[in-house]
């Protein structure tokens, strides 16, 4: 040989010369060809730019060609990338074998990247599966071969159950058959894997296509029902959702839930498709008939060539599947040298007549990732018959079968030019698919020397498609919404308005639905507002479904044991109890009075936190409330006299919303800021603290209280500056008793109180006025008993009513102290001596079974509800309804906020004559709109704990009523105006 270009060693190393003088160029000489293969099989990052790939025909001696082919197989092996290898010398005998071969190397781990799942055929098996049963079924009933499989065995079993009797005389039973044997075939695809190692990536394939996705649903799901429903529904949707994904899972590990993709066999153009149903279309592949075409060998290869395209199609098809997206290297099919007898001849043949007829016909997609590569000696005939003249060779064979058919571009008849344009269109979208040119040619033994570049780089996957990325996210939208979650269980105790504060308290608005107390089995307090929250629920149940109109009523208290008290059941819940069964008794006997379209009475619940802390909070969720629900007429409650009250009141009164206090008896309760007096919005049932504190200290100095004139007294009282009823009650007593006979001793928490009374005992006063509250009254009495040398004599105000309540048996069982208070309303005071022979209030009377219906039987006498607070939570709610009332009738129209103020707001008329608590008319706005001669009663507690009412100072009744002693300017009851 004669020197080329380059030198000799370098030559020597470019092409080496086998024994038989064929030209074998090293790998580094080829990388021209590896550059054009890489771009062939380079997946594009876009949809829009796949196309299908031309085919690539290896032009060179047997040799040479094994030799490029092999290094191409390497270099797809190195990278782990989808490749078949099928040798010249294949055990293939057909266009089946061919395709078994294909798809059993395109399977193999070597042929996916690690973590990913491996390409599936689930059409093809199919369809090679129907092409064995005919092949059983064309060789009549012989029996399967000796040392055949189980698989080939259970074949040849099938094909004779659907061929005799009693299954092959019915085609339903056959249908039937084979439907079985077709489920229990593919009943757990990861079992029927050939290679163990490729179960786990291949089932993590299935469980990333519903897992991740399904799990972060689930968890958005749960973490919206927690908000918008509570907690526990938000764990049963995730159950139930997790339950859908595991369901989801498993079956797509079994083969039966791809029957469903079997129907595309309907709509390809081979075989017969004129049955119903795929397993018609089986049994008609299966079944031979009489007479059958010449082309229908032909006609199954093509439907063999046409399943494994769509497979591979699917494979790639870019949907929400991550695999998909990761395959970024189309699947080669490498034919190590092709001779005319070669089944893959055939093979390529059928795959570019597929092609084309998806193209030509519509009925499949067009676009297919397969490359073929082929290596072909360009001297080898076209013809395998060795007798055969010399004629076209096999290159030019494989050219014409990949050729794209143009229109020769001749002259056209005027008739026939009318359809040039339709031609030429459908030639525009054959090239569109199959592009201009169908095969690119490369000699692989021509070298004409010099350098050559680098290859390409190639195309790495993208770096979201990576394995772990779907479960990275799965677990972030999982701890997001658990986080959620979680916030929504600490920071929400219930939907609608339910907000858990930052001392555990849960507050907002219910319809009683909720419960705001923990149930503590009994322990503690927590949960003695249950029942009547039932009854009140039960109450507004019935309206709703009544479908008749009605007003709302919202009321605003504590109802939450104070989270500081650790025991509590020490904590007194006794007023709001009672205030509770005070406006379910009204709310009842309100809706079983009303008949046809009268109007009924619906109550809510807002709970302000204990002591108030969150009023002005929980006023903002009523105020919103009620500009989106009209039928709330009226707010009722504000029993506490504290600065967060005053809030609530002020933000609520700018809403026009009728507010009607029950024990808030601070003297400015309502006062506005500057010069603007009282809020007209607001209406006081509570006698106000200069008003109770006069008759207090009138009553002490005459000898009402203990039998004796009292000259001087000690008035403890509450220094919490939030605390307003406590400070201004202490004031007013101090007035109205003799000038400096009144000893002010104010504490700010229980050491303190305790200090001052014990510093009060050492010099024992004539009178203990105790103005503070009743949490802090039984510490009160415990220091009084131990401190005190003489019997003391105790005043309060109707503020201890609560503490009496759970408690008036103890205070008469040990009659270490004399009791005296003020309550707003007493059942005691409904007697003989007070009113005669007038005819006592009903409330009292349906009192004690609403009692037993809606407390606990077991609490005995230690949680007894407040009757004082039942008295004046009923009047608030009867009177609201009876005025509302009143409106609908006389508008013709449901009653608006607006409505029952203006009827509230009238001071020449009784609004509520027969009250629990007394005739209730209001005064002029001057005055804070207070109850015109609101009765204040004077009563003690007797050894045996019954209460005695002592003095009844203004109108209880509208009729004559008993004397009392009443301070001078104080009505008494014996002259109240008829």
């Known amino acids: 040989m004669g020197e080329r270009p380059g030198g000799g060693e370098r030559e020597s190393e470019a092409w080496r010369m086998a024994g038989d003088g064929d030209r074998i160029l090293s790998e580094d000489r080829l990388r021209g060809v590896l550059d054009l293969f890489e771009r062939l099989r380079e997946r594009p990052p876009w949809r829009w730019r796949e196309r299908l790939r031309p085919l690539l025909l290896l032009l060179g001696p047997g040799r040479a060609a094994s030799h490029a082919a092999e290094m191409l197989k390497s270099r797809c092996e190195d990278e782990r990338a989808p490749v078949s290898h099928i040798a010249a010398e294949t055990p293939a005998t057909d266009v089946a074998g061919v395709l078994r071969e294909a798809k059993r190397e395109l399977s193999q781990p070597s042929s996916r990247a690690r973590g990913e799942p491996g390409l599936r055929f689930p059409l093809l098996e199919m369809a090679l599966w129907l092409r064995d049963l005919r092949e059983i079924r064309l060789a009549g009933d012989r029996p399967a071969p000796r040392g055949a499989s189980s698989t080939e065995r259970e074949n040849h079993q099938l094909v004779r159950r659907l061929t005799h009797p009693p299954v092959g005389d019915n085609e339903n039973a056959r249908r039937r058959e084979l439907n079985r044997v077709i489920r229990r075939r593919g009943r757990d695809v990861l079992r029927d894997l050939e290679e163990v190692r490729g179960r786990p990536a291949t089932f993590l394939s299935f469980l990333e296509q519903i897992a991740p996705i399904g799990i972060a649903v689930v968890a958005l799901i749960s973490a919206g029902t927690a908000a918008a429903l509570d907690l526990a529904s938000a764990v049963l949707a995730a159950v139930i959702g997790l339950a859908f994904v595991t369901v989801q899972i498993v079956a797509r590990t079994r083969g039966w839930y791809g029957v469903r993709r079997f129907s595309w066999f309907l709509r390809q153009p081979y075989v017969d498709r004129d049955s119903t149903g795929f397993l018609g279309f089986a049994l008609g592949v299966f079944d031979p008939r009489p007479v059958e075409p010449e082309d229908h060998g032909e006609q199954l290869d093509l439907l063999l060539v046409a399943a494994f395209l769509e497979d591979l199609r699917r494979n790639y098809r870019r949907d929400y599947r991550r695999a998909a997206w990761a395959r970024v290297r189309y699947p080669v099919l490498i034919f190590e040298h092709l001779s005319a007898g070669h089944p893959g001849v055939t093979f390529v043949e059928l795959v570019e007549r597929v092609r084309a007829d998806s193209q030509m016909t519509g009925r499949l997609p067009g676009f297919d990732p397969l490359i073929i590569v082929a290596g072909v000696d360009p001297t080898a005939p076209a013809d395998d018959d060795p007798s055969a003249p010399s004629g076209p060779r096999l290159v030019d064979r494989l050219a014409q079968a990949v050729r794209v058919d143009m229109s020769s571009g001749e002259p056209q008849s005027v008739i026939a030019a009318r359809g040039l344009w339709d031609r030429y269109t459908r030639e525009q979208r054959r090239v569109g698919v199959l592009g201009s040119r169908r095969e690119l040619r490369v000699d692989i033994t021509r070298d004409p020397g010099g350098d050559l570049p680098p290859i390409r780089p190639v195309r790495r996957r993208p770096r979201l498609t990576h394995p772990a990325l779907p479960w990275i996210a799965m677990v972030a939208v999982a701890a997001a919404s658990i986080s959620v979650i979680s916030v929504q269980v600490v920071k929400y105790c219930s939907p609608f308005g339910i907000r858990r504060m930052a001392n555990g308290e849960c507050v907002g608005v219910t319809d009683g639905s909720y419960r705001f107390g923990e149930d503590s089995g009994g322990k503690n307090n927590d949960n003695r507002l249950n029942k009547v929250l039932d009854a009140i629920e039960a109450q507004n149940d019935h309206v709703k479904e009544s479908g008749k109109p009605y007003a709302t009523v919202v009321y605003l208290g504590p109802v939450t044991a104070d ?273 005669g022979d007038q005819s006592p209030q009903t409330f009292y009377s349906d009192y004690d079974p609403a009692v037993r219906e809606m407390t606990d039987e077991d609490k005995g006498s230690g949680q007894r509800p407040s009757i004082t607070r039942a008295a004046v939570g009923y009047d608030a709610t009867t009177l609201v309804a009876t005025v509302a009332s009143k409106v609908y009738w006389q508008e013709k129209a449901l009653p608006s906020a607006g409505s029952v103020f203006a009827a509230l707001n009238d001071p020449d008329h009784d609004v509520l004559r027969n009250g629990a608590s007394g005739v209730l008319r209001f005064g002029s706005r001057s005055t804070g709109h207070q109850v015109i001669d609101r009765p204040v009663i004077l009563a003690t507690i007797k050894q045996d704990g019954t209460t005695e009412v002592k003095e009844v100072c203004g109108r209880l009744i509208a009729g004559r009523q008993g004397k009392a002693d009443c301070p001078p300017g104080g009505e008494k009851g014996g002259n109240a105006p008829e």
């Open 563 to 835: 989270p500081s008290i650790k025991n509590k059941r020490i904590d007194l819940l006794a007023g709001v109890q009672g205030e509770l069964i005070g406006l379910a008794i009204a709310q009842k006997r309100f809706n079983d009075a009303a008949e046809g379209d009268d109007l009924r009475l619906r109550v809510l619940i807002a709970n302000a936190g204990a002591r108030f802390r969150y009023a002005e909070h929980v006023a903002e969720q009523i105020r919103t409330r009620a500009l989106k629900d009209r039928s709330i007429v009226a707010v009722i409650g504000f029993e506490q006299s504290r600065r967060q009250t005053q809030q609530a009141i002020k933000l609520l009164a700018k809403s026009a919303l009728p507010l009607v206090g029950t024990a808030n008896s601070y003297d400015g309760t309502a006062l506005l800021d500057g010069d603007a007096g009282y809020s007209p919005y607001y209406f006081r049932l509570a006698s106000p603290n200069s008003r109770t504190a006069a008759h207090a200290a009138y009553w002490a100095r005459h000898g009402d209280v203990g039998g004796k004139k009292v000259d001087d007294a000690v008035v403890i009282y509450d220094g919490d500056p939030d605390d307003l009823y406590s400070g201004n009650l202490a004031t007013d007593f101090q007035k109205a008793f003799r000038p400096g006979k009144a000893l002010m001793r104010p504490y700010k928490n229980p050491g303190e109180l305790n200090r001052s009374v014990r510093e009060a005992c050492q010099d024992q006063p004539d009178l203990f006025y105790y103005a503070g509250r009743s949490d802090e009254f039984r510490s009160f009495i415990n220091v009084l008993e131990l401190s005190c040398p003489k019997r003391p004599l105790v005043l309060a105000d109707d503020e201890i009513a609560k503490y009496v309540s759970d408690n008036a048996e103890d205070i008469g069982r040990k009659n270490t102290f004399d009791l005296y208070f003020t309550p707003l309303a007493a059942r005691e005071a409904w007697t003989w001596r007070w009113i």
